[in-house]
């Protein structure tokens, strides 16, 4: 990407012509003039994804599955909702989700619900008499995250060489939906010089620059998937803990190193999970580690804080912490946080899965209205699953209130 003049000190219009310069480089990629904007989002319309009603007797395994966990993680999401004006939508990318207003009913019962002595039957009630599904057709694929423990140093030492790093005062972000209507959720990182914007510096430079505050020390091994995962539990050598929290990234495009191996030949389609990539690694050493990370442009810095509640998972997206087999990472480009998605999948181990989950997260490599990322917990275990996690005819059902359904049936 070239340069792009930023005027300073000039007049208020040559100021507007910069940002529309701007704008127009990086989300249009060709234009002379800023766009007229762009009329308010519609009313809710299936014509946005393509939505099939259907009965809860027609979900597979819905009879026998307890939904407790997705109603505290829905609970969970209405805290961010409620804070929210009723006639705003719930995301314009997904006006079919309704406006928060809409959701106050359920949201009331939700958050009374979670502290109650509920059954499983009790959880499916709920759901059934105040949500509709909806079937999105087609299938897609779900992989799988969870939120790591690793072991760092509160300096360098030894193995532990790579910093785990703050977000560097430079770094800017913004949604570009904020200057031109139809873009909300299309987001622009970088950084400013004198007289124009850059893009964010890659892996390779924000290393050799040693940009950002280091908060911790771990081994480059374990800080790279740190990265990948998000957020994580570091243990100190006294037995402490706190959490790294997802800060910002680069926003440079995500690059698998698992497929970058795949195409080398180093490794095979079917044995490419987290645990393949990371033997793999430690059979070849340091040496090996560094020019296979800057394959990956992308860097993700972090914030440092308390654990508090060892029980509770680390904050999503939305702003919400997450629910273990209860949260899911979607493309906020299609889907609209808070709703409940009903999946079926396959899962290590569990060939005929499905279950009820809050969209609540995004992720970098989520992309899609069929995309998912299934938030797996925290442990050994949630990380030996979230690693071999990669079904690939995954089925999606969304959860409206009554009264977005109607009017959704209505507009049909």
């Not at 409620?82 to 406006?99: S, V």
Request: negative net charge; aromatic residues 8%; proline residues 10%.
């Amino acid at each position: 990407m070239s340069p792009i003049p930023i005027r300073t000190g000039s007049s208020p219009r040559s100021s507007r012509s910069s940002l529309a310069a701007l704008l127009c480089l990086v989300a249009l990629s060709a234009c002379t003039t800023a766009p007229p904007a762009a009329p308010p989002a519609p009313e809710p319309a299936a014509a946005r994804l393509d939505l099939d009603r259907v009965d809860f007797a027609a979900l597979p395994g819905w009879d026998g599955h307890d939904p407790r966990p997705a109603l505290v993680a829905l609970a969970r999401s209405c805290a961010r909702i409620d804070a929210r004006p009723d006639a705003e939508l719930l995301n314009p990318n997904a006006p079919w989700a309704g406006r928060a207003g809409d959701w106050r009913e359920v949201c009331l019962q939700a958050s009374m619900l979670q502290f109650a002595d509920m059954t499983a039957d009790g959880a499916r009630a709920f759901f059934e008499r105040t949500f509709t599904p909806f079937e999105i057709s087609g299938t897609g694929r779900l992989t799988g995250y969870y939120e790591p423990t690793i072991p760092v140093r509160a300096r360098p030492e030894d193995e532990f060489s790579m910093a785990i790093r703050a977000r560097p005062d430079d770094l800017l972000t913004g949604d570009l939906g904020q200057f031109i209507a139809g873009l909300e959720g299309r987001r622009i990182v970088g950084y400013a010089t004198e007289r124009t914007f850059e893009p964010y510096r890659t892996r390779a430079e924000i290393e050799a620059q040693d940009l950002g505050v280091p908060l911790a020390w771990g081994r480059p091994v374990d800080v790279f998937f740190l990265q990948i995962q998000g957020s994580g539990r570091l243990v100190y050598p006294d037995g402490s803990q706190a959490r790294a929290q997802f800060a910002a990234h680069n926003g440079r495009p995500y690059v698998s190193i698992g497929r970058v191996l795949i195409e080398r030949g180093e490794l095979s389609e079917h044995d490419a999970s987290k645990d393949d990539i990371e033997a793999w690694l430690n059979a070849r050493g340091p040496e090996a580690w560094t020019p296979l990370f800057n394959e990956n442009p992308r860097y993700v810095f972090f914030n440092l804080e308390p654990l508090t509640d060892p029980d509770l998972g680390p904050l999503g997206g939305q702003g919400a912490p997450l629910t273990p087999m209860a949260s899911l990472a979607v493309d906020p480009r299609h889907h609209a946080w808070g709703a409940p998605v009903y999946l079926s999948a396959t899962l290590p181990g569990e060939p005929d899965w499905s279950g009820l989950v809050i969209a609540q997260d995004a992720g970098g490599a989520i992309e899609g209205p069929l995309r998912g990322d299934l938030f797996f917990g925290w442990g050994e275990e949630a990380g030996y699953r979230a690693g071999r996690q990669n079904a690939t005819d995954a089925r999606w059902r969304v959860f409206l209130p009554r009264p977005v359904a109607a009017r959704l049936a209505d507009s049909s």
